[in-house]
C-alpha cells in the first residue's frame, strides 16, 4: 500500500516567522512529522526557527539548527543520506530551496526523492506562464497576463491588456512585489522595485472588486480528489488574501457556483498532478457565473493551516500520509476516528479570520491595504452566526477593541470616504462610522464593493446597538434584546458601555454586574464540538467552542478536580510570537504527562497548541476575562496556567483573582507587584537593587526638570500614543521637544513615563523557574547589541561570552532576592543592564519569555516543564549540569520583514519591529552567530561593502572589522565622514556620495540601485534632519534592492569576523543531539 | 425587512415531546411531518424543491440559511432552471439563523417569501446542532410546527405511498434527442432530467405506476424519490417485465432499491440516513472514491443480491451499499445522487456510462436487426 523503500527523510522548515510565512509552517510541519513517525519513517528535520514546536524533541528523530538554503541542505543530505525530501511543508523558503536542489541536480546526484507533489508540478505553479499555459490545456481561465523581462516589455504588455493592471513579480513571498497601476507612471515606478524581487513581472488583466474565493484541494496517487474547505474572502479582490478578512464556508455562493468552482479546483489539482495538497484561488464575477484561477499554491499555505483550524480536518497530516502512498480512502478521518479521510468536511458553523497588523510599530509605513501581505498574524473566530464570529474576532484581534461597535475608535467624515475606498488596517471601524454618520448599505457597497450581505450582517449589529443605547438600566432591558445582543457576539463589556454607559473607570466593575444579571436570567453560553460531519454521526470529540446560538452542551463536564486550564497567547504579533506557542504546548504535554486533564484556550489558527490533538479538550475560544470565566464556571479546574502566553493571559491575572478562580503559580497579587511600575520599583529600592531612574510626569515642566536631573539621553513612555510617538530615546532639547508635540497629550489621565537611558550598558537576560521562592533553574544570556535595542531584536547569545564572573554572581543574586521577595512559583524572566560591575534591573515578568524555547534547547534543559511540574506542585528533576559546562553556544538572531512594509524604516530601537527569530549553535560564538545570521537571510558578501559608521563611538567599534575586511580584500565604500575616520587610522575606502549629492559620483543611491554593493552597514545617528533623511534613503533603499543591510556596529562587527574568520564550508553540518551537553 | 419583535414565536414539539421555541420567517400555519436534517452547506433552493423530501419537515445543520435569496423562475425546455421541480416539497423548514437580507445577483425574492407564497412555514432561532443530534438517535421522528392559535395532530407520511404523491400524474415528453429514454419518476429530480437532455435523449416522463413496457424507447432510468421502497411494489413490478429485454436500465436512490428489489435482493432502514453532500463511496475492486451527495434512510441489502449481481459502490464510512449492477447485463444503478443538485458533481460521468450503453444496446439492436 505504501512504499516502503522510504525509510529516512528529510523534511525541510520555514525558517524564521516573517510576514507571509509564520506559525502555519510550524503546525504544518509538526502534523507531517507526526505522520512519517506514525509509519516508522526517520525524519531529519532542518530548521533553524528554534522556538517552533516542531523543533522540539520528540517530534523529528534529528534535528538540524541550519539555514534553510541549497548549500546547507545539501551538506545534510551529504551526512544523513535521505531516501526522500519533503518540500511542501516550510512554505515558499521550503520550496524555493527544493526547487533550486533540483534544477541544479543535487537531488538526482544523492538519489533522494521527493515526496508527494512532484517538483515539476510546483514549477508549473510557481512560473505563471507556465501556470496558465497549464491551465489553458484544460479550459481553465486565468486573468489575461503578459510575462515581460523588462520594462520596455511592460509598457507593450499594457497596450494589450489596459489598464488598470495589475503587476506581480515570480517566485515571490506572498505578494511581494505586487501592485495595482492605473498609469504610466505607477507602472514605471512598481515595475522597477518588481524586478528588484524577480526576473520576470507579470503584467495582469485586474479584477479589482471581483469575490475572491479559495478552495483547499487534497489528491492522492489513485487520483482520488477532495476539497477540504472553501473560504470566502470579506474584502473584495485587490486585498491580499492575508490581508483580508476571510469567512469559511463562502456565505455569498449559490450551490451552482460553489460546486462549479469546487469540480474546476479537482480538475485542476488533477491536470497539475499535485500528490497531497493545494489551494486553488478564484476570483468570482459577482454578477455572473464569471470567474478567474488567480493563483495555485503547490504546498500546504496559511490558508491550509486556517482550513485545517476551520473544519478540524488535518490537510498537512494527511498531505505527508498521501505523499507516503496512501489513499484517502485508506486513512482515517482524526477528528471523528470512525469515518475516513476521503470526505469533505460539513461545517454547522461560521469561522471567521481577521489579520492582525502592527504598522503602529514602524515609523513611515504606509498603513494601505493591498496587493502584497502586511499583516503579522491572524486570528480565527467560531460562531452559530456571521455577528457572533465577526464580534468575537474583533475582540481577538488584541488591538484594544471590543467588537464591531461600543469602541472608543473616532473619525471623521472625510476619513471615513477615504479609508472604506482606500482600505487600512481600521477599515472594519470605518464601516460602523459610517453606519453611525447615516451611510446606507449601498453607500457603503458602493465604496467598498464587500458583498452586502456583510454589510447587511454588520449592520444588525448597529442596529441592535441603537437599540441597547435606549436603555439605561438592565432592569429595564428586554429578555429577549439581551439574548439577541448575547447571540450576535455582544460582550459583557460591549453592554455594560451601551446599556449602563459606564466610563472607563466603571466598566470593570459594571461588566461583572452584566455579567451577574444575565446568569440570574440564565443567558449563558453553550459549548459545541466541530466534528467535521455537523453532527450527522455520533463523534468523540475534543475540539470545542462557544456560542450564544444553542442551547445545549454537546460535552460532559467532570467537576473532580483533575483538570488544569492554559490560556494560550493569541495572535501572533511583534513581541508575541512562536515562543509562547512552544511554552504552552510544553506546559500542556506537562499536564498531561502528570495525570491531569488539559485544557487549552487559545484562538490562533497557525498555532499548534490549537491542534486539538496536543490536549484533552480545547477551548478554541476568546482570552477575554469573560470568555475565560465561562469556561472556569463550566469546567471547574484544579487551576488555571497564566504564564505561559505571554502578556494576554498575565493581563488578567487579577481579574480572575479576584473572581477566585484558582490560579497555578504565583500569585497574582505578587504579578501585580512586578507589573505595576510603581509597586516594583519601591520594591527594588527596599530590596536595595539598583534600577535606571525614572519617573511618572504628568505636566511638560516637570518632565523638563526631570531630564535635567537625570540627563540627556532619556526614554520616554507616553500612555497616549498618537501615532509615530511610540516609546523612543531622545538624545537633546530639540528632539525631546520635538517628541513632546507628537505625544500631544501629557496629562493627569496620560502620564509619560520617563527614564534614564544608559549608553554603552550591556543588556542581560536571566530566564528561570522558582518554587515558593526559591530559584530551581535559570539560565542567563547576554546581548551582543548594547542597551538600546529591544530585546526582541536584539541578538542573544547563551551561554554568555563575554560577561564578568562577578557580573554573573551578582545577577544571579538580585534573581534570588527578587524570586524571595515575590515567592515567585513558576517561570520568570527579568532584563537587566550592566555596566562595569554595576547592574540595574530594567524589566521583571512573572512569566515565561520570548527566550525560554532558545535557552531550553540550547541548554537541553526544558524549563518550562520544569515551571509546570512546579506550578502543579508535583515532583521534577533539578539540573544537576550548570550552563557553564556547556561545550559550545547558541546565538538567537531576530528577523525583520522591513521588505514588506513599504517606506517603513529598517532601523532598530528600544520597540520591537522583528517579526520572528532563529537560534542556531556552533562551537563558538563566531561560528553561531554566522548560522544565525545566513538563516535570517544575510548572505556572505562577495567584494563590495558599503559603510556610514554614524557617531564616533560606532566609527570606533567598527575600525578594527573595517581593517579586517580591508585585509581580506573586500573593497570599502564609505561616506564622508566615515571616510575620513578610515583614512585616518590607515584603513583604504572609496569615498561615496550622499543620495542627496545626486549630481556627485559615485553615489551611494546608484550603487545601491546597481546592485553594486553586497553589504550596507549605516549605523543611524540622531543628528542633523538632512542625515536622517540620508540615512533613510540608503537604509530603505537596501531592503528595497534586496541587499543585506545592518544598522548595528556591534552586530556588525560580530558579523564581519564571523564570516572572516569561517568560510561557509568550515561551518559544522551537526544536528542538535550531536550538540553534547 | 420585519423587525424582530414582529416575528411571531412559534414551536417545533417532536413526538417524544421534545420541544424547541423559535420564531416564524415563512408562513404561519402548524403543519406535521417527519423531521429530517440535511448537512450540506449550500443548496437550500435545490434541497427545498427536492421531491424526496416530500412530506418532511427539513432541518438545516449549516446554521445561515437565505443567504443568497432564492434564484430565477426561467425555465428552460420546459423545467425550472434554478429549481429542482416545480414547487417546494417541504412540509416545513427550521434553521438557526436566517438572512432577511439576501444579496445574489441571480435572486429573486427571500426565501421567506418564498416560503409564505407557498404556504410554508420556517423557523429559525432553533439549535439545530441539538435536535440534529436527537434525530440522528432516533432515526426517524415525527413533529410538529405549531403555532400558538392552531393546535394540531402528528402526521406520519411514511403511512402513505409518497411516491405516489411526488409523481407526476401523466406521462410528459422533455426534449428530442436520439436516445428515447423512459423516466420511470417517482419523485424525480429535473437535474436527472436535464443531465440526460444534455446527452441527446429524449425523456419520457411516466408515473411510478405507470407500464412502460408498451412505449417505444432505448433505455430505462429510475427516478430517486421518498419513501420506503418496500411501497413501490407496482414499480419493480414493471421493471421485473422489462429486465428481460436487455434494455439499459440505470437508477438513483429510491432507483437503485427499486432495482435491487426487482432483481429480488432486500432493502432495510439505516439506523443512522445518510444526510450530506460529503459521502465517500469506493467503486467495487478498485482503489476510486468518490465524493457524493446523498438523502436516504434506507439501503440495499449487499447479502440478499442474487448470484448474477454485484456491488456497484460502497460506503467508505459505514460500508453500507451505494450501488448494484448486473454482472452481464448493462443494468446498474447508485444510492447516491450523480446529478448532484445540490452537491458535488464527481460521478455525473454516470449518466455518460449510461448513455454508452444505450449507444451499445442501440448497435446490437441493428446488427441483430434484418
Not at chain 1, 13 to 25: D, H, P, V
Not at chain 1, 975 to 987: A, E, I, M, P, R
Amino acid at each position: 500500500m505504501i512504499n516502503t523503500e522510504i525509510k529516512k527523510v528529510i523534511v525541510l522548515g520555514s525558517g524564521a516567522l516573517k510576514i507571509g510565512e509564520a506559525g502555519e509552517f510550524d503546525y504544518s510541519g509538526s502534523q507531517a512529522l507526526k505522520a512519517l513517525k506514525e509509519e516508522n519513517v526517520e525524519t531529519i528535520l532542518i530548521n533553524p526557527n528554534i522556538a517552533t514546536i516542531q523543533t522540539s524533541e520528540d517530534i523529528a528523530d534529528r534535528i538540524y539548527f541550519l539555514p534553510i538554503t541549497p548549500f546547507f541542505v545539501e551538506q545534510v543530505i551529504i551526512k544523513e543520506k535521505p531516501d526522500g525530501i519533503l518540500l511542501a511543508f516550510g512554505g515558499q523558503t521550503a520550496l524555493n530551496c527544493g526547487v533550486a536542489l533540483f534544477k541544479t541536480g543535487i537531488l538526482d546526484k544523492y538519489n533522494v526523492k521527493v515526496i508527494g507533489t512532484p517538483v515539476q508540478s510546483i514549477i508549473d505553479t510557481e512560473d505563471r506562464e507556465i501556470f496558465a499555459g497549464k491551465l489553458a490545456e484544460i479550459d481553465v481561465l486565468t486573468p489575461r497576463s503578459i510575462a515581460c523581462l523588462n520594462i520596455e516589455e511592460a509598457y507593450a504588455a499594457v497596450k494589450i491588456v489596459g489598464y488598470p493592471i495589475i503587476i506581480r513579480a515570480a517566485y515571490t513571498l506572498g505578494g511581494l512585489g505586487s501592485g495595482f497601476c492605473s498609469n504610466d507612471i505607477e507602472l514605471e515606478s512598481l515595475a522597477s522595485k518588481a524586478f528588484t524581487y524577480s526576473p520576470q513581472i507579470l503584467v495582469e488583466e485586474s479584477i479589482k472588486g471581483w469575490k475572491e474565493v479559495e478552495y483547499e484541494v487534497v489528491r492522492d496517487r489513485f487520483d482520488n480528489c477532495i476539497t477540504v474547505c472553501n473560504m470566502e474572502n470579506f474584502d473584495p479582490l485587490g486585498i491580499h488574501t492575508g490581508e483580508s478578512i476571510v469567512v469559511a464556508p463562502s456565505q455569498t455562493l449559490s450551490n451552482s457556483e460553489y460546486h462549479k468552482l469546487r469540480a474546476l479546483a479537482i480538475k485542476i489539482i488533477r491536470h497539475i498532478g499535485i500528490v497531497g495538497e493545494c489551494n486553488v484561488q478564484y476570483a468570482l464575477d459577482p454578477h455572473s457565473e464569471d470567474y478567474r484561477v488567480i493563483e495555485v499554491n503547490a504546498r500546504l499555505s496559511r490558508s491550509s493551516a486556517l482550513a485545517s483550524k476551520a473544519t478540524g480536518y488535518p490537510l498537512a497530516f494527511v498531505a505527508a500520509k498521501l505523499g507516503l502512498g496512501y489513499g484517502l480512502h485508506q486513512l482515517n478521518n482524526q477528528v471523528t476516528k470512525v469515518t475516513t479521510a476521503a470526505f469533505e468536511p460539513a461545517l454547522d458553523y461560521i469561522v471567521c479570520k481577521i489579520p492582525r497588523w502592527d504598522l503602529n510599530k514602524f515609523s513611515g509605513v504606509s498603513k494601505n491595504l493591498g496587493s502584497s501581505m502586511k499583516s503579522v498574524g491572524e486570528i480565527m473566530a467560531i460562531g452559530r452566526s456571521f455577528e457572533e464570529a465577526i464580534q468575537k474576532g474583533i475582540r481577538m484581534v488584541g488591538i484594544g477593541m471590543h467588537g464591531f461597535v461600543a469602541n472608543k475608535e473616532e473619525i471623521t467624515i472625510g476619513q471615513i470616504d477615504e479609508e472604506l475606498s482606500n482600505p487600512t488596517d481600521r477599515r472594519i471601524f470605518a464601516i460602523e462610522e459610517a453606519f453611525n454618520k447615516g451611510y446606507s448599505v449601498d453607500e457603503i457597497y458602493d465604496k467598498t464593493k464587500i458583498d452586502r450581505w456583510f454589510l447587511q450582517k454588520l449592520h444588525n449589529i448597529h442596529v441592535t446597538k441603537e437599540k441597547l443605547e435606549k436603555f439605561n438600566s438592565l432592569a429595564v432591558l428586554d429578555d429577549s434584546l439581551l439574548i439577541q445582543a448575547k447571540k450576535e457576539g455582544y460582550s459583557d463589556f460591549q453592554i455594560a458601555r451601551l446599556v449602563l454607559k459606564s466610563s472607563n473607570k466603571e466598566i470593570n466593575n459594571d461588566l461583572l454586574k452584566v455579567r451577574e444579571w444575565r446568569k440570574s436570567k440564565n443567558i449563558l453560553p453553550s459549548v459545541k464540538q466541530i466534528d467535521t460531519l455537523a453532527g450527522e454521526y455520533p463523534a468523540q470529540t475534543n475540539y470545542l467552542y462557544l456560542t450564544y446560538n444553542g442551547n445545549e452542551h454537546d460535552v460532559e463536564f467532570q467537576h473532580d478536580n483533575k483538570s488544569v486550564i492554559v490560556l494560550g497567547s493569541g495572535a501572533y504579533r511583534i513581541g508575541s510570537s512562536v515562543e509562547f506557542d512552544w511554552c504552552s504546548v510544553n506546559a500542556i504535554t506537562t499536564i498531561h504527562k502528570e495525570n491531569y486533564r488539559s485544557i487549552m484556550i487559545n484562538y490562533n489558527p497557525e498555532t499548534v497548541s490549537t491542534d486539538y490533538d496536543t490536549c484533552d479538550r480545547l477551548y478554541f475560544d476568546e482570552l477575554t476575562f469573560e470568555r475565560v470565566m465561562d469556561i472556569v464556571d463550566l469546567e471547574a479546574p484544579k487551576g488555571v496556567v497564566l504564564s505561559m502566553g505571554g502578556q494576554i493571559p498575565n493581563n488578567l491575572a487579577m481579574k480572575l483573582h479576584r473572581q477566585k478562580v484558582p490560579i497555578l503559580g504565583t500569585s497574582p497579587l505578587n504579578i501585580d507587584r512586578a507589573e505595576d511600575r510603581k509597586k516594583f520599583s519601591s520594591l527594588l529600592d527596599t530590596l536595595k537593587i539598583d534600577q535606571p531612574r525614572w519617573s511618572e510626569l504628568t505636566t511638560i515642566e516637570d518632565i523638563y526638570i526631570f531630564v535635567d536631573e537625570v540627563g540627556f539621553p532619556v526614554l520616554i513612555r507616553p500612555s497616549y500614543v498618537l501615532s509615530g510617538a511610540a516609546m523612543n530615546v531622545v538624545s537633546n532639547r530639540d528632539q525631546l521637544q520635538h517628541f513632546l508635540t507628537l505625544a500631544a497629550n501629557v496629562s493627569k489621565e496620560h502620564p509619560v513615563v520617563v527614564s534614564e537611558f544608559i549608553e554603552q550598558a550591556k543588556e542581560i537576560e536571566i530566564d528561570a523557574v522558582a518554587k515558593n521562592g526559591e530559584v530551581v533553574a535559570y539560565a542567563i544570556s547576554e546581548h551582543v547589541e548594547f542597551a538600546g535595542v529591544h530585546s526582541g531584536d536584539a541578538t542573544i547569545v547563551f551561554p554568555p561570552q563575554k560577561l564578568y564572573v562577578e557580573t554573573i554572581r551578582r545577577i544571579k543574586k538580585i534573581a534570588y532576592q527578587i524570586a524571595k521577595a515575590l515567592e515567585i512559583t513558576g517561570p520568570f524572566n527579568m532584563q537587566l543592564l550592566a555596566k562595569d560591575n554595576d547592574i540595574k534591573v530594567i524589566e521583571c515578568n512573572l512569566r515565561a519569555s520570548r527566550s525560554f524555547p532558545f535557552v531550553s534547547k540550547v541548554m537541553k534543559y526544558n524549563l518550562i516543564e520544569i515551571a509546570t511540574q512546579v506550578m502543579l506542585d508535583v515532583p521534577f528533576l533539578k539540573p544537576d549540569k550548570s550552563m557553564f559546562e556547556l561545550d559550545y553556544v547558541g546565538v538567537k538572531a531576530a528577523q525583520f520583514s522591513f521588505a514588506r512594509l513599504l517606506n517603513a524604516d529598517p532601523v532598530l530601537g528600544v520597540d520591537m519591529s522583528s517579526t520572528g527569530e532563529v537560534g542556531c549553535i556552533g562551537e563558538n560564538f563566531y561560528e553561531a552567530i554566522l548560522k544565525s545570521m545566513l538563516s535570517v537571510g544575510y548572505t556572505i558578501p562577495k567584494k563590495n561593502i558599503l559603510i556610514s559608521s554614524g557617531p564616533a563611538r560606532s566609527k570606533v567599534e567598527l575600525i578594527q572589522s573595517a581593517q579586517l575586511l580591508s585585509e581580506r580584500g573586500f573593497n570599502l565604500y564609505a561616506t564622508g565622514g566615515t571616510q575620513k575616520f578610515l583614512s585616518d587610522n590607515g584603513v583604504k575606502s572609496t569615498r561615496v556620495y550622499w543620495p542627496d549629492e545626486t549630481d556627485k559620483h559615485p553615489n551611494t543611491l546608484e550603487l545601491i540601485k546597481n546592485k553594486k554593493i553586497d553589504l550596507v552597514i549605516n549605523i543611524p545617528k540622531d543628528h542633523t534632519t538632512r542625515e536622517i533623511s540620508n540615512g533613510y534613503t540608503i537604509r530603505r533603499s537596501a531592503i528595497d534592492y534586496s541587499i543585506p543591510l545592518i544598522t548595528n556596529a556591534r552586530v556588525a562587527s560580530a558579523f564581519i569576523f564571523a564570516f572572516c574568520k569561517y568560510e561557509i564550508k568550515d561551518l559544522s553540518i551537526k544536528s542538535w543531539d550531536e550538540y553534547k551537553d | 425587512m420585519a423587525t424582530m419583535t414582529q416575528l411571531r414565536k412559534v414551536r417545533l414539539i417532536l413526538e417524544d415531546g421534545t420541544t424547541f421555541e423559535g420564531k416564524s420567517f415563512g408562513y404561519e400555519r402548524s403543519v406535521a411531518g417527519e423531521v429530517v436534517f440535511y448537512t450540506a452547506m449550500t443548496g437550500y433552493p435545490e434541497s427545498l424543491t427536492d421531491p424526496s423530501y416530500t412530506g418532511q419537515i427539513l432541518v438545516s445543520t449549516f446554521p445561515l440559511i437565505g443567504n443568497y435569496g432564492v434564484p430565477s423562475d426561467s425555465k428552460v425546455n420546459g423545467l425550472y432552471e434554478f429549481y429542482e421541480s416545480d414547487k417546494i416539497h417541504i412540509t416545513g423548514l427550521i434553521v438557526s439563523d436566517y438572512s432577511f437580507e439576501y444579496s445574489h445577483w441571480n435572486a429573486i425574492k427571500s426565501l421567506g417569501d418564498w416560503l409564505k407564497e407557498n404556504k410554508i412555514p420556517g423557523l429559525f432561532g432553533i439549535d439545530t446542532r441539538a435536535l440534529t443530534k436527537i434525530i440522528r438517535v432516533k432515526g426517524s421522528l415525527l413533529g410538529k410546527i405549531e403555532f400558538d392559535d392552531e393546535i394540531i395532530d402528528f402526521y406520519d407520511p411514511n403511512q402513505e405511498n409518497l411516491v405516489a404523491i411526488a409523481s407526476c400524474d401523466k406521462v410528459e415528453t422533455f426534449g428530442n434527442g436520439e436516445h428515447r429514454i423512459v423516466l420511470v419518476d417517482c419523485g424525480v429530480k429535473y437535474n436527472i432530467i436535464r443531465c440526460l437532455l444534455n446527452r441527446n435523449a429524449t425523456v419520457i416522463c411516466v408515473p411510478w405506476n405507470y407500464d412502460f413496457n408498451g412505449e417505444d424507447f432505448d433505455g430505462i432510468f429510475l427516478s430517486n424519490g421518498p419513501g420506503d421502497p418496500a411501497l413501490c411494489d407496482a414499480t419493480v413490478e414493471n421493471i421485473r417485465k422489462t429486465m428481460d429485454a436487455e434494455k439499459p436500465i440505470m437508477g438513483i436512490c429510491l432507483g437503485n432499491q427499486l432495482l435491487a428489489r426487482a432483481a429480488g435482493a432486500e432493502t432495510y432502514k439505516l439506523k443512522f440516513g445518510h444526510r450530506s453532500h460529503n459521502q465517500p463511496v469506493l467503486l467495487q475492486g478498485t482503489d476510486r472514491c468518490f465524493i457524493t451527495s446523498q438523502n436516504h434512510g434506507f439501503a440495499v441489502d449487499t447479502k440478499t443480491l442474487p448470484a448474477d449481481w454485484e456491488p456497484l459502490f460502497t460506503n467508505v464510512n459505514d460500508q453500507t451499499n451505494e450501488g448494484i449492477r448486473h454482472k452481464t447485463k448493462p443494468f446498474f444503478s447508485t444510492q447516491f445522487h450523480p446529478e448532484a443538485a445540490s452537491g458535488p458533481v464527481d460521478t455525473e460521468f454516470l449518466f455518460d456510462d449510461f448513455i454508452n450503453n444505450v449507444i451499445e444496446y442501440k448497435k446490437k439492436k441493428k446488427v441483430k436487426a434484418p
